[in-house]
């Protein structure tokens, strides 16, 4: 829905609205997606295996919202733009678009990274979400240029984005440039009603840390470190998702937001037993 129906419906309801979200079918990317179909809002969900996107799709209908799973690598660029365009015509529309799929490899130092393991994870994580957000801008361009303003853009990066990681410079880069991208659009496609921010999430419950537990040394770290001494859960996403997507954002562009639990609020602050006591 366009901006001028702003002050016609609650501004959290997101009914009569559709999101492509990328890797929508499992980890952050259905939380985002279970977040959205609670407010009403419809879905397209794509990933690269279509059972798993079905099974989400399956899940995310007992909402009673209209979801469409489609089979997408978001490093294919064609595929990317033919099936944005079977969305539109399925659904009749984009309101926005997450760009969630990614990949995390962990090449163990910098000097072991080769050519093929950096473009292979750059043709995802940063090049897929460049296809994503572009094939949404230009359909939220046409409708804003027909009388109807208005759309979100939405990157999933990392902490990644704005620290360092041993072994995963193509992952801080990949993340990095998703936050410059999205102020980029946001400069670019504001004058159109035209949204675009960045979520970096902390260390999550998903298939890329599913080896971390609870009583793994990363487990103990989080503990330790985080304020709120926990893994994050796709379902911590549900919220800021909503929002994003939602009126309630509607002068909100250009941003990073971390969803860390505090990870960063607290990363200069050594929790020494000697500190904890004092």
């Known amino acids: 829905m366009g901006e ?19 890797g929508g079918n499992a980890g952050i990317g259905l939380g985002f997606a279970r977040g959205i179909a609670k407010a009403g809002g419809d ?10 996107n079905e099974a989400a799709a399956e899940e995310l209908r007992k909402f009673g919202v209209r979801v469409l799973a489609q089979e997408v690598d978001v490093s294919d660029e064609a595929k990317v733009i033919k099936s944005f365009a079977a969305a539109v015509e399925a659904m009749g529309r984009v309101d926005g678009a997450i760009a969630n799929a990614g990949l995390m490899m962990n090449q163990g130092c910098f000097t072991n990274m080769t050519g093929e393991a950096w473009h292979s994870l750059l043709s995802v994580n940063q090049h897929g979400a460049f296809y994503l957000a572009r094939e949404a801008a230009r359909h939220m361009r046409a409708r804003a240029e027909a009388g109807d303003p208005g759309g979100s853009i939405l990157f999933c990066a990392s902490l990644s984005a704005v620290t360092g990681s041993i072994g995963m410079q193509h992952y801080n880069a ?5 936050a410059s991208l999205a102020r980029g659009i946001a400069v670019d496609m504001g004058k159109f009603g035209i949204r675009a921010n960045t979520v970096c999430p902390g260390y999550t419950e998903s298939e890329t840390v599913k080896d971390q ?4 040394p990363l487990g103990a770290q989080v503990r330790e470190r985080c304020p709120i001494p926990r893994f994050g859960t796709p379902e911590d996403f549900e919220g800021i998702g909503v929002y994003f997507m939602s009126d309630v ?12 639990g505090g990870w960063m609020a607290n990363a200069g602050k050594l929790n020494t037993s000697a500190e904890r006591r004092a």
């Open 43 to 52: 879905l397209v969900i794509w990933g690269r295996r279509q059972d798993r």
């Open 174 to 178: 990949s993340k990095g440039a998703m």
């Open 4 to 22: 001028s129906s702003v002050m016609a419906r609650h501004p959290w309801d997101l009914a009569g609205r559709v999101v492509v979200i990328s």
């Open 213 to 216: 537990g609870a009583d793994s």
């Open 249 to 260: 954002s509607r002068y909100h562009t250009g941003d990073l937001v971390k969803v860390d």
